[in-house]
């Protein structure tokens, strides 16, 4: 089992920042990527933006490429997303995933970032 505990989440204006954090413990070393997704009232969850250290790369959703950064402390286990330029469409819960190199996947609890025109 993986344990991920969200924070950082609140209410800014448009063009502001903020930054994310995401705890893991637990089976850390079975974790193959891990990332943040984000789910808007009325719409579908995805991805926004993933490290998948088996394969090397980072992906970004192209709505947030050159505003948000993803970045990792392996010593914390720790994983950031740090949000620049936030826009009014950007207002969503954020979740943080885990994925173990056996396919399961894992869920914090959400975070809600809510950006004000």
């Known amino acids: 089992q993986v344990q991920l505990v969200e924070s950082g989440g609140g209410l800014v204006q448009a063009g502001g920042s903020l930054r994310l954090s995401c705890a893991a413990s637990?089976?850390?070393?079975?974790?193959?990527?891990m990332g943040w997704f984000r789910q808007a009232p009325g719409k579908e969850r995805e991805l926004v933006a993933r490290?998948?250290?088996?394969?090397?790369?980072?992906n970004y959703a192209d709505s947030v490429k050159g505003r948000f950064t993803i970045s990792k402390d392996n010593v914390k286990n720790t994983v950031y997303l740090q949000m620049n330029s936030l826009k009014p469409e950007d207002t969503a819960v954020y979740y943080c995933?885990?994925?173990?190199?056996?396919?399961?996947?894992?869920w914090g609890q959400g975070t809600q970032v809510t950006v004000s025109s």
């Open positions: 995933n885990a994925q173990a190199t056996s396919l399961v996947g894992y």
């Open positions: 490290f998948n250290w088996s394969a090397g790369i980072i």
């Open positions: 637990g089976r850390t070393f079975s974790v193959a990527a």
